[in-house]
């Protein structure tokens, strides 16, 4: 079993002066995403007439609340709208969907199911980022004790939406999912992210994972590479050892990403590359919260094309979003 169990609180005395210590939650909002600006650029932002993409990111996080924000970060309800969408765009073919085995709130009702689980599988919430248990029982038997521990972790309230303020995490259900593993044994699929504003793509890259070693590389519209960080940044990626998507790929990648994004000013559409089979992942709306370390030139571009919305606008599809986080669907194994 691989799990990542989101981030360790840091034990005193660092607890006292730490966003994950028991302080700084009780912060103003505004206060505490200017601090975590501060901790991650070294400056402080603008959020009320921001220009950079990072404090765009800062923007939406202290004052976008609309129900396309919060149903976006619910997996389940993200996974019925892309279904939805591909359905009104006919790209069924094109890309697949991770089947839902099992919803709940408690593992111990999983475990009385074990027998009709696949050999591989992912436990992890509905309603957090960075929790997830990768099982495969033909490789080392499940730890239920283990599963049944984190997940009584994870169906609580966590740092994403107390101390960190991404308020779709508070609006979201708050279920545990056991979901079908994409991939087979070895290295684990490519991941996409494609960074989205109405449709039009602003940049995409590609995350590769091997064991404890992780590479990336960010792409223009046309399969153009370039650097994301600033030029002396340590951490950049190497050019020398780059993999580049087909054309093929590209264009699937963005017309998918297309149709799922039309609703949205901004989104992220995750997807994994299994061998060139296409999986949904995820939304994002919140991606890195904006504060991964970016280039001025790139943070200043990239938010010059976010157009931020009127929040005083009504959205016509208000209801169809909210009815998207309304009651507790059923996986395959409990029907």
Known sequence: MIMRDGPKRPRYPLALIHPLGPLFRHLPLSLRRHLLYLRAFGTWGNFRSPKRKSEKMQWR??????????????????????????EQHQLEDHIKIPATLWVGRDVRELRALAAQLPARWVLKPNHSSGRIALLDSTATPINWDDLIAAGDRWIQRDEEELVFGHWAYSQVRHLLIAEERV???????????AYMLRGEIMHYEWVKRAGA??????????????????????????????????TEARERLLTLSHAISLPFDKIRVDVLDDGGALWFSELTPYESAGLYPVSDENDYFFGGL???????AKDPREAEWRALLEGVPKGTLQR
């Not at 996080?61 to 591909?86: C, G, M, P, W």
């Not at 991939?183 to 992210?193: S, T, V, Y």
């Not at 994301?228 to 050019?239: G, L, S, T, Y």
């Open 61 to 86: 996080i202290i004052n976008d609340h609309r129900a396309i924000i919060a149903f976006s970060q619910d997996k389940l309800a993200a996974k019925e709208y892309v279904r939805t969408v591909l």
């Open 183 to 193: 991939g087979g044994e070895g290295e684990p699929p490519l991941e996409l992210k």
């Open 213 to 246: 070693t992780t590479s990336y590389a960010c792409f223009r519209a046309d399969g153009t590479w370039f650097r994301w960080r600033a030029e002396r940044d340590q951490f950049n990626e190497d050019p020398s050892n780059r993999l580049t998507l087909t």
């Open 306 to 312: 976010w157009k931020l919305p009127d929040l005083t």
